[in-house]
């Protein structure tokens, strides 16, 4: 079983989706950990009912970005976490953390990387008139939203959809790209090669998208 730490500031949809995958019969994962930056974050209540441990450590508890990472690198190499899993987890990441978890620490971003970085990206893609969106997960580089693609999913932008509309529509299919990345590398089948994530025995779907699909 692969060692999770989930990493939240907020509602915790994802990290309730790799609990929920923890449900399945033969899932290689377990969480050890949740660390939340926020007291209040909603997502705490779910590690709770399902008797994960939690933590929160505050971001105001500390006097900058390194010792606040150093804090969580202690608690989350305490609990033995192997790998650690960004789940909205709303700081940046100072460069020694990033380094130091390199190729062990996992994100999941609401847009199609490398297109919509950062935040308010629904938003962004519906004033864009972007045609498709979708959801990305990738291993973490200093850069923000950058780092090895190991899983995304599209969905198609609807022209009378609002960003809500679309946010729901990319946070289902987030729900399942993010356990299905996790299990992927605790099966040991994600490699990192030239920046790039090669995955053994994965194949790419077949059939090609358009939108509009009738005109
Ligand atoms: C998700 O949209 C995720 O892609 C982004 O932050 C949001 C977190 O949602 N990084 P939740 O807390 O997992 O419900």
Known sequence: ???????????????????????????????????????????????????????????KDFTGREPFDAAM????????????????????????????????????????????????????????????????????RPEMDTGPIIAQAVVPVRADDDADAVAQRVLAQEHKIYPLAVRLIAEGRVRVANEIAVIDGAEAPTGVLVNPAKV
């Open 1 to 59: 079983m692969l060692k999770l730490a989930v990493l939240i500031s907020g509602r915790g949809s994802n990290l309730q989706a790799l609990i929920d995958a923890g449900a399945k019969k033969d899932w290689p994962a377990e969480i050890v950990l949740v660390i939340s930056n926020v007291a209040a974050a909603p997502g705490l209540a779910r590690a709770n009912k399902a008797g994960i441990p939690t933590k929160v450590i505050s971001h």
């Open 73 to 140: 690198t202690e608690a989350i190499e305490a609990a033995g976490a192997e790998l650690v899993c960004l789940a909205g987890f709303m700081r940046l990441l100072s460069d020694s953390f990033i380094a130091h978890w390199r190729d062990r620490l996992i994100n999941i971003h609401p847009s199609l990387l490398p297109a919509f970085k950062g935040l308010h990206v629904h938003e962004r893609v519906v004033e864009m008139g972007a045609r498709f969106s979708g959801c990305t997960v990738h291993y973490v």
